[in-house]
């Protein structure tokens, strides 16, 4: 009988020697150099369909530079107060439009850079979870570096690294991530919902996250927001269902064999809408069902937390991924870099999984990739014909769809699971990432 390193197809010194290089931090190097440069090369050949957010953010910092008058501070504005440092801080080193989006493009860059080394160094398989995240944006392609969306990403990614061992740090990250975009909130209620005591609840949790907000509150005051400190809560109200959204995919795919659904440009916020009074219902309806779904999650999570405190680990990252993908699944904004959000808690998890738990989390980081790169074909490879309702990519948007709820429902149920599971700690097959 042959030996088994002959019967498998590759010899097990040649797998020695590719799972050492694949191990080379050298070579995650070279591979994220090469994977920014592509990305940063697409935005570049797709121009102002990736970088037209940017030269809006920087007509706002220029502006206000100039004049005095800036967003929360003087008018209302569809961002948190806490957006303005990102947005500001380019227009403070450069002197036009295209220095500006030299200098976001490497501040994106660079944080992502950071968290990846604390991805890195700081879990015990951290070079796994570093190459699956360098996949998924890949596959997303480069709407993330002109969107605000690429600060908070590698933010919610820092913050759920350091979530186990330094939780109060992980939630003043995202606490200052959702005074930027409101998602990695998301983060901080699975935070809380996870503390075992309310003594570690108010240390951990509600302190870091009231400090971070009384700052970012004050500093609004003194500039003289007013109430438009806390506007950012009331913008989208008026919206209808953004065309590319979850909710919005019936009324997608119906313009298939029913002329009359219409998709058109809202000037005021920029974006493409579906239009009709069918449309406004779903939207109103999506208004109070988010923050329910939110409720829901969280509660889920807490019990599960309560019941498998074994398994912290697992409840926590399942808890910010489900709480993320609520924040796309029910909400009538469906912007495509949103789907960044949902890659950060993946990483973490491949990066702490041992071999028995990888399988748990295999699915879902292969679905995300197949969601991330169906993404990048809607926005920006096939918008325009996707607004006209060119069938093929119609389907794939519609797919899309299908599979963010499918790994939503799949979150919620492995949350339910533990919830409803009692501890076994003797069973190595099922311990917690954590």
Excluded: C
């Amino acid at each position: 009988m042959p030996p088994a390193a002959e019967t498998t197809g590759t010899p097990r010194p040649a797998r020695r020697v590719l799972r050492s290089v694949l191990r080379s931090p050298w070579l995650l190097l070279a591979g994220f150099v090469a994977v920014h440069a592509w990305v940063v090369r697409a935005a570049i050949g797709w121009a102002y369909t990736i970088y037209g957010d940017v030269t809006l953010y920087e007509w706002w910092a220029r502006h206000g530079l100039t004049t005095g008058q800036w967003p929360v501070l003087d008018y209302d504005w569809v961002y948190p107060v806490g957006a303005l440092v990102p947005v500001t801080f380019p227009a403070l080193v450069s002197q036009d439009v295209l220095g500006y989006e030299i200098v976001w493009t490497a501040m994106i860059v660079a944080l992502n850079a950071v968290a990846t080394v604390v991805l890195v160094r700081s879990t015990p398989r951290g070079l796994v979870g570093a190459w699956w995240w360098l996949a998924f944006l890949v596959a997303l392609g480069p709407i993330f570096l002109g969107r605000l969306d690429g600060v908070i990403a590698p933010m919610i990614l820092v913050a759920l690294v350091l979530a186990a061992r330094r939780p109060a740090l992980a939630t003043t990250i995202a606490t200052v991530g959702a005074w930027i975009k409101i998602a990695p909130g998301a983060v901080v209620v699975a935070l809380a919902a996870t503390r075992r005591t309310t003594r570690d609840l108010w240390r951990t949790v509600l302190l870091p996250g009231a400090a971070v907000s009384v700052v970012a509150v004050g500093l609004a005051l003194t500039g003289g927001a007013g109430d438009r400190a806390l506007s950012v809560f009331g913008e989208q109200g008026d919206r209808t269902l953004q065309a590319e959204s979850v909710a919005a995919t019936w009324f997608s795919v119906a313009r298939l064999w029913d002329p009359s659904v219409q998709i058109d440009y809202n000037d005021d916020i920029y974006t493409y809408e579906v239009q009709g009074e069918a449309a406004a219902r779903v939207a109103g309806v999506l208004d109070w069902l988010l923050p329910v779904a939110v409720l829901v999650i969280a509660g889920l999570v807490l019990r599960a937390s309560r019941r498998r405190p074994d398994h912290g680990g697992d409840v926590l990252l399942l808890g910010s991924a489900a709480l993320l993908l609520s924040l796309i699944v029910f909400n009538k904004v469906g912007s495509p870099q949103f789907v960044a959000w949902i890659g950060p808690p993946l990483a973490v998890a491949l990066a702490l999984a041992g071999p028995g738990h990888r399988r748990i989390w295999a699915p879902p980081a292969v679905g995300a990739l197949l969601v991330a790169y169906a993404t990048y074909l809607v926005y920006p490879v096939a918008y325009g014909e996707f607004l006209t309702a060119v069938p093929w990519i119609v389907v794939v948007e519609a797919l899309r769809n299908v599979a963010l709820v499918a790994l939503l429902v799949g979150a919620v149920w492995r949350v339910v699971q533990l919830g409803r599971s009692a501890p076994h700690p003797a069973d190595d097959a099922t311990r917690s990432v954590a």
